[in-house]
């Protein structure tokens, strides 16, 4: 018979430095073909047991476990042993694991050795398993137990209960009510406590913060029950109701010009079994959508108040020509999630400026600009400015001209330009241009310039003496006049009508000179008779920053 003998006593200080390093599995005789430990242990579940997985070439036919405090010195007595192992799995018994009670008088954790023998005669003695043996109290709840399994949005607080049972192993099957033991309840997202009371029942409450759960419960070791093992339960399955939401909204799209803030008002709501009812404190969100109808970014958040009306501040910083509100978000346990759509429009910021002149034949000579800063801004297809008079200023205003503009630079910050000469429609009147923008592009107005020129005339003009020698003066008589509002007004220093002379038998009027006027718009001067012909007068050369041409007055004068 062959035989090889490993003495705890003699091996434990080698063994015990291997203990949770591993060990190579223990051979007969230092050979390979006789018995074979694996591994000594406890159930995680069942610390009264010890099972020994082994193997053999011939069957095992006895087995003994001896047990040593982890503490206890080399040399130290046994704490007791078993070998009452029957084969607990395996197909034969050359291979698989057994077990055995085990019956220690003290709770701690223990260094286990085995003997093992097999058919053959072959013997390992004192082989040390690589794991303890933890003999200690198992904590249970057999009755975990949830309020209701459904919960909805009436009735949104779980109430969890159940009772910790302690099992000594020293006393199997006579578990008894633990009291004063910490328990953690795993409620999916999050974690609540409760603690046993004398007679081991515990209960506490939570409120779901997700559609599914899988709820479960560890007992915890404590200074009643130091070192105990607390078998987590099985999870129980249970989710929620969410409840269909509606709300109002007082716009559904808005055209905001840049930098301004738009509002959104309404009212939220749920459907319970009582009807439908205010709902609180849920965000009404406004996305942006991206082209496949997905939210792409925030452009405003709030939530309802107390009775479910709410205010949603809408900026334009950007704008989302397609997008959706909604009342609600993703994994609420208790509602269901509610949108409608929704487009903002902003208009960014434009500039315009405006040069005018009016001519002193009553034509308007406008020239301009228009630019804009943003990148995100574009021209529309045709653009156009609108050139705008009234008479004050502030009211009134009536279009004048729409001078489409070409795009050149089609570029923020660089100016398009625009041009146009045309007769004015009211020659004492206040002006503007107006770029006439879209829902992308804002209308910008330049500052009101007044400009005016007045109509002029002359009356009275006659050229004397007539008929009048040659080489004799011809005066001329008159007066010149502009006109104000309804009234006609002597014009003194600020024009001066111009002559003009034709000869009989000409077609032509040749230039003379210019004629003063008095303070009372009475011509002054003179010039020389030289032959028949037609005299004429007319504001037309200088007629000051502020009059209109006059219209031409004859005289025809008989020289001798």
């Not at 049972?165 to 033991?181: F, I, N, S, Y």
């Not at 960014?348 to 406008?366: F, P, R």
């Not at 002559?499 to 210019?514: A, Q």
Request: charge should be negative.
């Amino acid at each position: 018979m062959r035989r090889s003998t490993f003495l705890a006593a003699a091996t434990a200080t080698a063994l015990t430095a291997s203990l949770f390093s591993g060990l190579a599995p223990a051979w007969a005789d230092g050979t390979s073909g006789g018995p074979v430990l694996v591994d000594a242990n406890g159930a995680w579940n069942e610390p009264g047991l010890v099972f020994v997985t082994a193997h053999s070439d011939s069957p095992i036919t006895h087995i003994t476990a001896h047990f040593y405090p982890l503490d206890a010195p080399d040399g130290a007595p046994e704490a007791g042993s078993t070998e009452d192992f029957t084969q607990y799995s395996g197909q034969d018994a050359t291979s698989g694991t057994w077990r055995a009670p085990v019956h220690l008088a003290e709770l701690g954790d223990y260094r286990v050795t085995v003997d093992l023998q097999d058919a053959s005669g072959a013997t390992v003695t004192g082989a040390l398993s690589p794991d303890p043996l933890q003999y200690r109290t198992i904590l249970t709840i057999p009755d975990l137990a949830a309020t209701p399994s459904v919960p909805d949005y009436l009735h949104q607080n779980v109430d969890v209960n159940g009772t910790v049972l302690a099992e000594d192993p020293r006393h199997p099957d006579t578990p008894t009510p633990a009291a004063d033991v910490p328990v953690d309840i795993e409620t999916g997202r999050g974690q609540v406590t409760a603690t046993t009371a004398a007679d081991g029942r515990f209960s506490t409450t939570f409120v779901p913060v997700q559609t599914s759960i899988y709820l479960s419960a560890s007992p915890l070791a404590s200074s009643t029950y130091p070192g105990a093992i607390g078998l987590l339960t099985p999870s129980q399955y249970l989710h929620t109701t969410q409840a269909p939401v509606r709300f109002t909204a007082s716009t559904h799209a808005l055209n905001l010009k840049q930098g301004a803030t738009g509002t959104v008002t309404g009212h939220a709501e749920i459907q319970t079994t009582s009807g439908w009812q205010p709902l609180p404190h849920t965000a009404i969100t406004l996305y942006g959508l991206d082209s496949d109808g997905l939210p792409k970014f925030l452009v405003g958040q709030t939530t309802t108040d107390s009775k479910g009306a709410y205010t949603l501040p809408v900026s334009s910083y950007n704008a989302a020509p397609t997008a959706e509100l909604m009342a609600g978000s993703g994994n609420m346990p208790f509602q269901q999630i509610a949108t409608q759509p929704f487009s903002l429009h902003v208009a960014y910021t434009t500039h315009i400026g405006m040069s005018a002149d009016l001519n002193d034949d009553g034509s308007l000579k406008v020239s301009g600009y228009v630019y804009y800063e943003d990148a995100r801004a574009k021209w529309p297809a045709k653009p156009t400015v609108t050139l705008q008079y009234s008479k004050d200023g502030k009211t009134g205003w009536k279009n004048a001209a729409t001078l489409p503009f070409p795009i050149r630079h089609n570029k923020p910050l660089f100016e398009e330009t625009f041009a146009r000469t045309f007769t004015a429609p009211d020659t004492d009147a206040y002006w503007r241009a107006r770029f006439d923008g879209n829902s992308d592009l804002g209308t910008s107005t330049t500052k009101p310039v007044h400009l005016y020129r007045y109509a002029t005339r002359i009356t009275g003009f006659h050229a004397s003496p007539d008929p009048v020698r040659k080489g004799q003066p011809i005066r001329f008589g008159g007066t010149l006049q502009y006109k104000k509002g309804n009234t006609w007004k002597p014009l003194t220093d600020d024009a001066w009508p111009t002559l003009y002379f034709k000869p009989r038998g000409s077609s032509t009027y040749h230039y003379v000179c210019e004629l003063d006027t008095d303070k009372k718009g009475h011509h002054i001067g003179m010039v020389a008779a030289k032959q028949d012909g037609t005299w004429a007068l007319a504001v037309s050369r200088e007629t000051g920053d502020h009059y209109l041409r006059s219209a031409r007055v004859t005289d025809y004068v008989d020289v001798r």
